[in-house]
């Protein structure tokens, strides 16, 4: 489930710095490239450029320039934007050794995934390329035990999901629903909503949420 309060740990595309033999153009590739990733994830948290300001101590215009790639963020202004919307640098980045560099627009790989990891025992691996889509896609997994707090969430949008294997517990509203392997669900996402993993085995959900949203935690 997305949230703020989180920590990446396995990272897909990774850009490395412009080197010397470097095309002139590499460098400000790399900064729309930043830019980008940053206002898509600032948008899937539903936070305004003022509230990210006030967060990070950057002025607007400052982050304006950054995600519209005319300005190259410092490494403390970047800790300080990742921390803000609850990753490590690294989320920002792409992988220039592909073989096919447009890949990273597209596609996936298994091993590539992004990794946010919950305190509540929750991991989600985004299985969508960016946030920069009208859907997100991603394969939640709850650990025995594992939910997403006693209070109701809610928040723009709607989602569907399957459950991949385990149960899983839905609250909606005053129902309540125990959902188990090849069961599907979809509720508009202003529903109030509450998820728990009550089995001693580990519960995965493959979700679908639009807009995309990593603000529900």
């Keep these: 489930m997305p949230g703020m309060d989180t920590a990446l740990t396995k990272q897909p ?9 470097a095309p002139p153009n590499s460098a400000n590739d790399v900064s729309e490239v930043v830019g980008e990733e940053i206002r898509h994830l600032r948008k899937a948290h539903n936070t305004k450029l003022s509230e990210l300001s006030e967060t990070t101590g950057l002025s607007v215009g400052y982050l304006s320039q950054i995600e519209r790639g005319i300005s190259s963020p410092s490494v403390k202004a970047l800790h300080s934007i990742s ?20 890949e990273c627009q597209f596609i996936v790989r298994a091993g590539r995934r992004r990794k946010l990891q ?3 025992g929750i991991t989600d691996e985004l299985l969508s390329p960016n946030l920069g889509r009208e859907m997100e896609l991603i394969r939640a997994t709850f650990l025995p035990g594992a939910n997403t707090g006693e209070d109701p969430l809610t928040h723009r949008g709607e989602e569907t999901g399957i459950i991949v294997s385990g149960t899983l517990e839905l ?4 129902d309540h629903f125990v959902l188990e392997e090849g069961d599907s669900f979809a509720f508009p996402s202003d529903t109030p909503h509450r998820f728990r993993n009550s089995d001693d085995a580990e519960a995965v959900v493959i979700w679908a949420i639009t807009p995309p949203s990593y603000s529900r935690h």
């Excluded at 595309?13 to 033999?21: K, T």
């Excluded at 919307?85 to 989320?91: C, D, F, P, R």
């Excluded at 609250?171 to 005053?174: S, T």
Aim: charged content about 15%; some cysteine; proline content about 3%.
């Design 83 to 102: 921390q803000a919307l609850g990753v490590t640098i690294s989320w920002f980045f792409r992988d220039t050794d592909m073989e096919n560099t447009a």
């Design 171 to 174: 609250w909606l509203g005053h």
């Design 118 to 120: 919950f305190a509540g």
């Design 13 to 21: 595309c990774l850009l490395r710095p412009a080197s010397d033999n």
